[in-house]
């Protein structure tokens, strides 16, 4: 290793633990480095990463004084703080499975578990940097998009046999950068080259990659089956099973890599918002709101930690508050009230930011039946001035419109969303997919669902048994997951098997409603109910079985 190039990198140390700073800052003069620095807390690194691009970064990841390694690893990567040829360490006393998997995820160029020995970190470090050093020119390319030069600097290597324990990783290099090309059919043949070698993970995962981009789908899903199964494999296996259903309109399916993924490594906040748009998709409105307070809880202090962040739980509470009755939804009304405050005493607001805030303030009148006040605030915001900048903010104002019973606007206002969606980004497709339902939904439907749940209970009190099933059938639409619309439905149902048979598709419904009790713990009050209708459905079934 070149000590003249050690003398002169510049390191930056990034602990708030006393003990680790001195520990760390003696072990790496011994070695040779001369032009170091430290910073106790995240903050400091940012402003430090301002004047100096360093060389060397050794990192806890359990920061405690703002945000955590992980954040700071992704806001520093975001910034150009980190390039290919930055040499970045990350340290941790901890070494449960949850950080080991998002460490990976961020692929540092290593991770050394405290305690650890000037000797052990030396030996780790120097072998890095070796390696950075002998493949600096392809790094440059790379950093400068020049992904040519960086296919010829790789082959270079590859033909080079002094050079032969460096080509695992430039084997790799070369297929995330045809990916990246998206030169699926080169890169396809390329990994399958490799793999009837040597069964590599990553040249795995690479083909189902290539396979997918391709529209080989059954091939690539079929390598991914395998691969999530593998603990090694199984976080991007789950992610790329995900990126396949999707692709095939299978979301429920989706919604379950993505939560299995998610649970592995929790700090990735991409992930989570897949997870929150497809639970509103799907109308897990429960889930969609666990999830948006847990995407809430792993972004704090990072830079995800914003705005717009506080009002996507606090829309995710609204929507979960509107499915529950009006008993119920007190506590979520209250839990949304804090989030809202937050973003009131937390934030700078411009006007477009306080229409925001308004138009949630709104929708939680609604909840609270102040349908007066609701109409009141609508009415006042200056829409046409401060007009919705984001998608998400087009949909709360659609919802809001919907609600307060003004239909047609709320359809006008969902039809004129930009349609800008990123055709190869995940949660683009889902957004795309959520607005044409949220749409159709808004122009079939006139009611919220609590609305409808209420106007059925009325339609089947008045005997109106064949109004009161299409009402209970459109709330189970709003609500697929919910048990007492479900309950409710079930009851007209064997109501209506009891004054004639049920045709088909009422049939199916029977089923449907079935299988949504089914999949939900029920109270006791709840399952008593199930079984006396069960009894009477099956006590039918069998008169007119003997009758025939």
Known sequence: MNQDLIKHARVLIIDDQALAQTFLKKSLEKIGFDSIQIAESAKHALRLTDDILFDLIICSFNLSRDRDGYHLFEELKDKGAIKLNTTFIFTSAETDAALVNSVIELQPDDFLAKPFTSKELSERLLRVLKRKQKLNHIYQALDNQDFKGALAHIDDTLNNPKQTHLYPLVMRLKGDILLAQKDFATAARYFYDIITVQKFTWAMIGLAKAYLG????????????????????????????????????????????????????????????????????????????????????????????????????????????????????????????????????????????????????????????????????????????????????????????????????????????????????????????????????????????????????????QKQIDAAMQAFKDALKLMPKNARIALNLLQVLVEQKQRQHLDEPQQALYWKAIEVINQNKLDTQQQTRYESLTARSEQYDVRHTNSA
């Open 214 to 461: 391709l529209n080989k789908e059954e091939a690539g899903k079929a390598i991914l089956d395998k691969l999530v199964k593998k603990p090694e494999t199984r976080l991007a296996a789950l992610d790329l099973l995900a990126q396949y259903y999707i692709n095939h309109d299978e979301y429920d399916l989706a919604y379950q890599q993505f939560r299995n993924a998610k649970a592995i490594s929790p700090r990735n906040i991409k992930r989570h918002q897949s997870v929150v748009n497809l639970a509103r998709l799907l109308h897990d409105h429960s889930g969609q709101f666990e999830a948006a307070k847990t995407m809430l809880r792993f972004a704090k202090h990072s830079v995800h930690d914003t705005e717009d962040l506080y009002l996507t739980v606090a829309r995710a509470g609204i929507d979960y508050a509107l499915t529950l009755t009006e008993q119920e939804s007190v506590n979520i009304a209250k839990q949304t009230d804090k989030y809202l405050a937050t973003v009131k005493r937390e934030f700078l607001h411009t006007a477009e930011s306080k229409n925001k805030i308004a138009i949630v303030q709104a929708r939680l009148h609604y909840i609270r039946d102040e349908q007066d006040k609701a109409k009141q605030l609508i009415n006042s915001l200056e829409l046409d001035k401060y007009g919705a900048i984001s998608f998400e903010d087009y949909i709360d104002r659609a919802k809001a419109f919907h609600e307060l019973g003004y239909q047609n606007e709320a359809v006008e206002l969902l039809e004129e969303v930009p349609q800008v969606f990123d055709a190869d980004d995940i949660n683009g497709k889902i957004m795309a997919k959520f607005l044409t339902q949220e749409t159709q939904e808004k122009r079939d439907i006139p009611f919220s669902p609590r609305q409808l749940n209420n106007i059925a209970v009325q339609l089947y009190n």
